[in-house]
């Protein structure tokens, strides 16, 4: 049968608004976050990761908050432009063991950025 | 430096045939993964390879596979192609596997299967 589409959440903000996304991750053992930005036609583009022994990281108006008690990610992105226009995802990945390399990605969220 | 190649960007192909897509990685990455994004299930994980050897690998059917070589270039295969196989497939490199490293990504393969 036919494939239902992922209903992935929106934000829309003005140009100069301060954006926060948001993202649930799964595995309590996840201990290397990532947050990538994806244009349309384009690959991932990573903006910043943390790691599982900080809550608090940030970057050039970027900022990402995690707190591990309820398995919640988020990014803060300050002065938001047209061009922070994508589709942004959480990925999680346990370092060392098994799971090597591997990267669970969240549904992503739409942002769109109003001039 | 230059990032991560995938070639080629766009491919169209017949049910029933197969595909082989080509990665290659970041210099002096020696990991490479990849991952299979459609509108329906998001970004999955397929495999990932580090020396020439599969470490790990995703719940999805043995008419996927891949390959690394000694340079770290990856390629990925797909035989008997189905229609639910049209997707962008994404290959992503880092340093090593296992660490806290950031992977990057290419800008993907889009397959249309028809």
């Known amino acids: 049968g036919e494939s239902v589409g992922l209903h992935l959440p929106t934000l829309s903000v003005q140009e100069g608004d301060n954006s926060i996304i948001n993202c649930a991750y799964s595995n309590s053992a996840s201990d290397y976050f990532i947050w990538y930005k994806q244009e349309s036609g384009k690959g991932p583009q990573f903006i910043i990761d943390?790691?599982?022994?900080?809550d608090k990281r940030q970057g050039q108006r970027v900022t990402v908050l995690l707190n591990k008690t309820v398995k919640h990610l988020s990014l803060q992105i300050a002065a938001t432009q047209p061009g922070d226009s994508a589709v942004y995802f959480c990925?999680?990945?346990?370092?060392?063991?098994?799971?090597?390399?591997?990267?669970?990605f969240g549904q992503g969220t739409i942002l769109t950025v109003h001039p | 430096k230059a990032g991560v190649t995938q070639t080629p960007r766009y491919l169209i192909k017949t049910r029933g045939q197969q595909v082989t897509l080509s990665c290659s990685p970041i210099?002096?990455?020696?990991?490479v993964s990849w991952y299979q994004q459609t509108p329906g299930q998001g970004l999955q994980f397929l495999f990932e390879y580090f020396s020439e050897t599969q470490r790990n690998k995703g719940n999805f059917p043995g008419r996927f596979s891949g390959r690394q070589f000694s340079n770290s270039r990856s390629e990925m295969n797909v035989s008997t192609l189905e229609l639910g196989d049209s997707a962008l497939y994404l290959c992503?490199?880092?340093?090593?596997?296992?660490?806290?490293?950031?992977?990057?990504f290419g800008q993907g393969t889009r397959l249309t299967v028809v």
């Open positions: 210099s002096g990455h020696r990991s």
């Open positions: 992503a490199s880092s340093l090593v596997p296992g660490s806290n490293t950031e992977a990057f």
């Open positions: 943390i790691r599982s022994n900080m």
């Open positions: 990925a999680e990945k346990i370092a060392g063991g098994t799971s090597y390399g591997k990267l669970t």
